[in-house]
């Protein structure tokens, strides 16, 4: 009965390759968002979506292109990746807008080598 | 972005103890929410606050919306070991469309 959950809990990666990270929720809401969280616990976010429609895309590198196939579905690729791209990503989700209620999934650890 | 500040950063207590942390902004916020996250998994909602003045438990956990708007406060009673983690407050402001988070608080607990 998993709400939110992503795909893979861990994934290690040369720099310069092409990466996705998967997003589910079950809990039929209609909002999903993307947070980077650095090595100082500061979580920040990157992208939301409302019915798969964007609607936060705060300052983030272009190499990062979520995707979101239908609204319990939010994945996120990431193109040539770098060093600093090395972090914690959550996968949120909320019923309606951007401001209910978030419900974080248990985060990808992202290591670049 | 707008980043809340948390204090105090970190906390090494007692069990028994009683804990308090706060999050201020220098924006007035209409929804505070506080997390808690344990080591390898995602925050996880404790309790939401959604009008100045109010005051929510869960459990032995208490939190309160300020009534500047600008603040929120936690509190936990007769703190156990498994209250280890970090705590985050998020707050959504009066004009914004999403939530910011605060920087955290860092609770240990010594048994």
């Known amino acids: 009965d998993t709400a939110v959950s992503q795909t893979p809990k861990y994934l290690v990666t040369q720099m310069g390759n092409d990466k996705s990270i998967k997003c589910e929720q079950n809990?039929?809401?209609?909002?999903m968002y993307w947070y980077k969280q650095d090595s100082k616990k500061f979580l920040k976010i990157m992208f939301s979506?409302?019915?798969?429609?964007?609607?936060i895309n705060e300052t983030v590198p272009n190499r990062f292109s979520p995707k979101s196939p239908d609204k319990a579905h939010l994945n996120l690729h990431i193109n040539s990746l770098e060093l600093g791209d090395s972090a914690v990503y959550f996968c949120?989700?909320?019923?309606?807008?951007?401001?209910?209620?978030?419900?974080f999934g248990p985060g990808t650890r992202l290591t670049v080598l | 972005g707008q980043q809340l500040n948390q204090s105090p950063q970190s906390m090494f207590i007692q069990e028994g103890e009683d804990v308090s942390m706060n999050c201020t902004s220098s924006?007035?916020?209409?929804?505070w929410l506080w997390y808690k996250q344990e080591p390898g998994e995602g925050p996880v909602l404790l309790i939401a606050?959604?009008?100045?003045?109010e005051l929510t438990s869960n459990g032995r956990l208490t939190a309160q919306f300020g009534i500047t708007r600008k603040d929120s406060f936690l509190n936990i009673s007769a703190s156990i070991p498994s209250d280890v983690g970090i705590y985050f407050c998020?707050?959504?402001?009066?004009?914004?469309?999403?939530?910011?988070f605060g920087t955290g608080t860092s609770l240990t607990v010594i048994p």
């Open positions: 949120a989700s909320s019923h309606s807008g951007a401001t209910d209620t978030q419900y």
């Open positions: 924006s007035i916020f209409n929804t």
């Open positions: 998020a707050g959504s402001p009066n004009t914004g469309n999403q939530f910011y």
């Open positions: 979506y409302n019915n798969k429609e964007l609607i």
């Open positions: 809990l039929g809401h209609d909002t």
């Open positions: 606050l959604y009008k100045a003045g």
